[in-house]
């Protein structure tokens, strides 16, 4: 289901960088060359269906890039 960010993104950690991203080969085909690192945060989402939810996102950004293929991997809870 797609969503949009309702706030900014807070506790963003870096899960993995460089050789570790295991798909970096294909962001590199995808989007262009790039130093990858896969990253998670939380953030409060608003989905299509008009629910609002704070969740944890995961997603892949590069500098010069930015941020690529966003999806909520957790649904903490319930906001509206």
Known sequence: MN???SSEITNIQT???GKSVDIRHELNRVYGRGDW???KGIATVEY???QIWVAELHWF???GIGRK???D???LRRMA
């Open 3 to 5: 969503f949009k960010l």
């Open 61 to 63: 950004e590069a500098h």
């Open 48 to 50: 299509e269906n008009g």
């Open 15 to 17: 899960i993995a960088k």
């Open 69 to 71: 293929r966003m999806k």
């Open 73 to 75: 991997k957790h649904k």
């Open 37 to 39: 690192r896969k990253l």
